[in-house]
């Protein structure tokens, strides 16, 4: 007896389409790092040429090269957190 592929293939990849983009768990886990994006973002600046300041040691890097790219993603994610944050808070001392 033998299986016949479904399209439940492509309905999978769809729904871990986040899980599967390398910078979202990495910025997830940055995130999680008191001062974390900064360190990295102080370190990886962008050069007049366009490249990764700490990158371009070892290769011609890019700017914002990958790490950059996963600290800028981290700070986002902790602005709306705090966001979050700060807007639960409001309703609660209004008595919401
Ligand atoms: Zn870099």
């Known amino acids: 007896m033998t299986t ?7 309905t999978s990849a ?7 983009d ?3 768990p990495a910025a997830y886990f940055m995130a999680a790092q008191p001062g974390g994006p ?14 990764c300041s700490a990158c ?3 290769a011609l890097v890019s700017w914002p090269c990958g790490l950059a790219s996963i600290a800028q993603r981290a700070q986002t994610i ?3 957190r705090r966001k979050v944050r700060q807007s639960r808070q409001t309703l609660r001392t209004h008595g919401l």
Do not use: F, K, M
């Not at 016949?4 to 492509?10: E, F, H, L, Q, Y």
């Open 4 to 10: 016949t592929p479904t399209g439940s293939d492509a």
């Open 14 to 20: 769809a729904l871990s389409d986040d899980l599967l």
């Open 22 to 24: 390398p910078i979202e």
């Open 38 to 51: 900064e360190r990295v973002l102080a370190q990886h600046t962008r050069r007049e040429d366009g490249r």
């Open 56 to 58: 371009s040691v070892h």
């Open 78 to 80: 902790t602005t709306e």
